[in-house]
Every structure is written in C-alpha cells, then in structure tokens.
C-alpha cells in the first residue's frame, strides 16, 4: 500500500529566504507525482508534475525534484513571499491506476 | 471560465436527509474523481470516473452513489447523512495524457 509523508508539517520563514519541502513514497513504482497548493478554504491547485521519467521540473520560482529510486521529492521555493503562505500537498499516482495518494501537507508560513 | 465547478459551495443539512453535489468540468478530460478531506485536512480519494464509467470505488459506504450524466458532469449523491459525513468533497479531473489532476474549488458539507 502506498503512503506518502511530508515533512516538515508546519515551516515559518521570513520573507526572501529560499526553502525546502520535502516528500516521501513508500512504493517506488510511480507514474508521476504532483504538487499541490492548498489555500485555507480553497480547492487545490497544481503547481508541478514530474513524470516518472523525469528527474526535475520548473515553474517561475519553484523547482521540483524527484528520485524514484529513493522514494523521494522535494520541492523548493526561491526568495519565499508572504503570498506563498499555504499547504503544500504531494501526490504519487501508481503506474496503472487512476488513483493520487496525497501526503498530509506541510503548512508554509512566510513572515513579512 | 473555471475549469472544474462545484455546487453547492457550502452545504448544512440534518442527519438523515439525502443531499447532491454537482459537479462540472469543461477541460475536455475524460476521467473525473471524488475526493474526499477529512477535519485533519487529510485529502483521500473516494470514486473515479471514466468516460461515464466507474472505475474506482475506494471501500466508500453505499450510501454515497456517483452518477455521471455524460462526459462534463460528475455528481455525488450522498443518502441517510451521518455525523461523520461532514467534511469537504472535491470533485477533480485529470488528462489522459500525464494524469495531471485538476481539483474544483470544493463543497464543505456540514451535518448536524
């Protein structure tokens, strides 16, 4: 069975500096992951998907890795804003299947 | 023009009433979901759809029934509501060709 961990849980910066999310997969035969930002009251939205046979992807300030043979994701955030203050969400999709397993967030906080 | 629409946005009804959420998505896509997010914010899935056929059921009570008019539409019916049923529900569509999901903004479900 597939889990996904995020750590940290919670992160509080100041404004500027860059940062580090990282995630977790407990089963390495992924199609491809997803992040995810999740603003209080608000759906989901996409920020990054990296194929299984891709190591990095890039969006404006975010940059996403990924090492399928360590399970592992990071996704990190350059010269962090006030306005990047949300949950980030990791999901993993199983080759063949439909189905995202979501990890729990980490909750960002960026201090003016 | 918003991708994926969820009506209602907030729903309060009493224990044991039948209620509907509606789902719309004008991307084009032919696989949608439901997701379900609990008071810890923990996302799971719950159904998902394709091409108006059901392809996930995620051990969901049969009181909760999806039903896909056609391609655009993905509705959740949810029978005899119960306590544990609060919660927010996302509806959500994914391409075909990466799975790239797409999530509704979200109907918070309350029951008293």
């Known amino acids: 069975k597939q889990e996904v961990t995020q750590i940290p849980a919670a992160l509080s910066v100041p404004e500027g500096e860059n940062l580090v999310l990282n995630c977790s997969f407990t089963d390495s035969a992924i199609y491809n992951l997803q992040w995810f930002r999740q603003d209080p009251g608000k759906g989901l939205t996409s920020l990054l998907l990296i194929q299984s046979s891709q190591r990095e992807q890039t969006s404006g300030r975010l940059n996403a890795s990924l090492d399928k043979s360590s399970g592992r994701s990071t996704l990190y955030i350059a010269a962090s804003q006030p306005g990047d203050s949300a949950t980030y969400l990791c999901?993993?999709?199983?080759?063949?299947?439909?189905?995202?397993?979501f990890g729990k967030g980490t909750k960002l906080t960026v201090n003016p | 023009d918003t991708a994926v629409s969820q009506t209602p946005k907030y729903l309060v009804t009493q224990m044991g009433n039948d209620k509907s959420i509606k789902c719309e998505q004008n991307?084009?896509?032919?696989?949608m979901y439901w997701y379900k997010q609990d008071s810890k914010k923990f996302l799971k899935i719950m159904f998902s759809?394709?091409?108006?056929?059901?392809?996930i059921n995620e051990t969901v009570p049969n009181r909760f029934s999806p039903k896909s008019p056609d391609k655009a539409h993905l509705n959740l019916h949810i029978n005899s509501l119960e306590l544990g049923d609060s919660a927010v529900y996302f509806c959500a569509t994914a391409d075909r060709r990466d799975n790239e999901q797409f999530f509704g903004p979200g109907t918070r479900l309350t029951v008293l």
């Open positions: 991307l084009g896509h032919d696989t």
């Open positions: 999901a993993v999709i199983k080759g063949g299947s439909e189905k995202l397993v």
């Open positions: 759809y394709n091409n108006k056929e059901l392809i």
